[in-house]
């Protein structure tokens, strides 16, 4: 991206600083080219066609949803260890209410199912965040405590029975049959891309140089931007070149796809450009500092932590409706990829430093790792093994990153 | 005269420590008061009340006269007392502008105007002469000297009436302290009353009006600089003895 988040430039004197660049993003892309190019060397050009890479993006969704918000509870020093359960328990009052409570041909129903979802999964993060800021028990206690009980709450809703027969209109947003945009609502949300990344490094390279501010040299700014561009071109690429089975009609973006592309923009947004995110991150760094700022750090956190939840709520739509049914275990660990994709992505479990950009290509990392485990045949039982020591690297490489800086 | 700040009869204990003991203070406008005392005093504690960080147990604050709560950092602020605090209170992941307008950041349309920030901020900077080169890297990579200038210029960036600086020259050098007491001087004029914490006798004498002399939590007592010696100031301090003006007096 374009510009770091006054958090993620941790070292100074180095060539990338100097050049404005985020050198651990750098890092992370060529991390995951070297990924695919593997990959595809031992399945025989299978992992990089446009159908896997396709579904890629489907099986990155609901992890990319919630790693956001993760990243701002990490930041803040907290952890969350209840969003898989989160996300089952949410799900499965969803499918419920789906399939047995609101009428099942009426227009709303998944419009108001997903509503109920949403507000059900941040009911339930604003409760533990205020546990862990009003009454000051450790994010880890209250998590894990959540983490079984909404776990057994997802039993209790049908006493463990699986909800099936969703709705159709539910179950676009998991991007199953019809969950797709088609090929010209695409190239709009591509072009829009576009539009967005040119304007928005051209104007800032201007007013900084306007305002006499110190810029990036331009051949630095012009190969970010075209790279920029060129990514915009590939995926847009991707996502219609998958075909419907025996006709050349595109599918185009899969519905949980746009959803996490613009979850990401919005909590991008917040991060950079809001008082919000820049408390957050300043707490992060110094809680007692934002608090003599005049910053109400607890309803910081509460809030917080009700975002998880809604994220939590939304992921947990999204894999319902990818499943069709709502079943009592799903989204189980889920909260272990989302962390490790949080923390690859560079976020600091020390806290204060975390990029969301950075923990989305962490979760792009962590799916392309399973996917590619799914096409050479290896079962979940060694999928589970290799996220573990993902999990394990990654905060390894931030514990060695964090020993060159002063604290 | 009506006080600028009252501090009236303030108690405050922490467990079973009580850090201050009935303590009563006030301050003109355009004075300079030290505020003095051994380590463990209770200095940063009375400060830190006036400026809400910490709610005392008992007594009230007046400002010109109107009795007022102070609750938060916040309602501290609106009144227009800026607190330079003894640990900085700097968060060191963000930049230099971050810090400056750390919970009144300028917006424009609603989002961050990060731009004029950082320019208002080279502005005040530039005004305590203080070399900061890259505005936009996190303080962490800055020298103590340099991130108490910073810590200074978020508190005089926003027009006090009333400033606290609770040893705010502890990590500088000559050159900057001498700026800094250029500062204080330049806030007196302009009406602004200081509190200062400070150990350094030499500046004491040279910027206050009046020291206070603090001593287990309670007030030893509270003089003119013109009516007392180094060595008088110094006996508060350490044995606790009311200097001869003050036993005059009584
Ligand atoms: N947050 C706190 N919790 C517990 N005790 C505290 C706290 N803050 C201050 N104290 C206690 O209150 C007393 C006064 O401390 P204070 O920091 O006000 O001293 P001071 O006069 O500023 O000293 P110094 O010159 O070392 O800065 C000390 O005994 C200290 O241990
Ligand atoms: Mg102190």
């Known amino acids: 991206m374009q510009k770091t988040t006054p958090s993620s430039n941790p070292n100074s004197g180095n060539l990338f600083s100097r050049l404005q660049l985020d050198g651990r993003l750098i890092f992370m892309v060529l991390t995951i080219a070297i990924i695919w190019v593997i990959f595809n060397v031992l399945s025989e050009g299978i992992f990089l066609s446009v159908q896997n890479l396709w579904n890629l993006s489907v099986q990155t969704a609901s992890v990319g949803v919630m790693v956001s918000a993760m990243v701002l509870v990490i930041v803040m020093r907290h952890v969350d260890l209840s969003i898989g359960s989160i996300l089952g328990f949410t799900g499965m009052v969803m499918a419920v209410v789906n399939a047995r409570v609101f009428p099942p041909d009426a227009a709303w129903n998944a419009w108001a199912t997903l509503a109920v979802g949403l507000i059900l999964g941040g009911l339930i993060g604003a409760f533990q965040g205020a546990w862990v800021a009003y009454l000051s028990v450790p994010a880890f206690i209250v998590t894990l405590g959540g983490l079984l009980i909404y776990r057994g709450g997802a039993w209790l809703v049908t006493e463990g029975q699986t909800v099936g027969s969703l709705t159709n209109s539910f179950q676009v947003f998991g991007g199953g049959v019809g969950g797709s945009i088609g090929a010209i609502p695409t190239w709009i949300i591509g072009a829009i891309l576009l539009a967005y990344v040119l304007v928005n490094d051209v104007s800032n390279y201007l007013k900084r140089q306007r305002n006499n501010l110190p810029n990036r040299p331009m051949w630095v700014q012009i190969i970010v931007t075209g790279l920029l561009v060129l990514l915009i071109f590939g995926f847009i690429q991707i996502m219609n070149g998958y075909k419907e089975p025996q006709t050349e009609v595109s599918r185009g973006m899969p519905v949980p796809v746009l959803i996490m592309l613009l979850t990401s923009a919005l909590m991008i947004w917040v991060v950079r450009s809001t008082r919000f995110g820049r408390y957050i991150f300043a707490y992060g760094g110094n809680p007692e500092a934002a608090r003599l700022a005049g910053i109400n750090t607890k309803l910081l956190t509460t809030v917080v932590f009700a975002i998880m939840g809604v994220l939590a709520g939304l992921a947990g739509a999204i894999q319902t409706a990818r499943l069709g049914a709502g079943t009592n275990s799903t989204g189980t660990l889920a909260e272990l990829s989302v962390i490790a994709a949080a923390v690859i992505g560079g976020t600091s479990l020390s806290g204060g430093v975390g990029s969301i950009p950075g923990a989305f290509l962490g979760a792009l990392l962590m799916s392309s790792l399973i996917s590619g485990l799914v096409l050479l045949g290896y079962n979940s039982a060694w999928q589970q093994v290799v996220q573990g020591l993902v999990l394990m690297i990654a905060v390894l490489l931030d514990v060695l990153y964090n020993r060159n800086r002063p604290r | ?250």
């Open chain 2, 1 to 250: 005269m009506q006080p600028l700040v009252e501090m009236r009869d303030i108690s405050k204990s922490f467990g079973g420590v009580r850090s201050l003991d009935g303590v009563s203070i006030d301050l003109q406008p355009g004075e300079v008061v030290g505020l003095l005392g051994h380590n463990g005093a209770g200095k940063s504690t009375l400060i830190k009340v006036l400026s809400g960080a910490y709610s005392a147990d008992s007594g009230q604050i007046f400002l010109e006269g109107k009795e007022v709560k102070i609750t938060s950092p916040r309602s501290s602020q609106q009144h227009g007392i800026e607190t330079i605090y003894q640990n900085l209170a700097l968060a060191d992941n963000l930049d230099v502008a971050a810090n400056i307008f750390l919970g009144r950041e300028i917006l424009k349309n609603g989002s961050l105007n990060e731009d004029q920030m950082e320019i208002e901020a080279k502005k005040v900077l530039d005004r305590l002469k203080v070399n900061i080169p890259n505005l936009k890297l996190p303080v962490y990579n800055f020298s103590g000297g340099q991130r108490q200038c910073i810590a200074i210029s978020r508190a005089i960036y926003f027009k006090a009436r009333v400033l606290i600086m609770d040893e705010p020259t502890a990590a500088l050098g000559p050159q900057e302290t001498a700026q800094v007491n250029e500062l204080i001087r330049n806030l007196k004029a302009e009406g602004v009353g200081i509190f200062l914490i400070s150990h350094d006798m030499h500046d004491v004498f040279n910027l206050c009006d009046r020291v206070t002399v603090m001593k287990n939590g309670k007030v030893v007592g509270s003089c003119k600089t013109k009516d007392v010696t180094e060595d008088e100031v110094l006996e508060m301090i350490i044995a606790g003895k009311k200097p001869r003006v003050l036993r005059d007096q009584a």
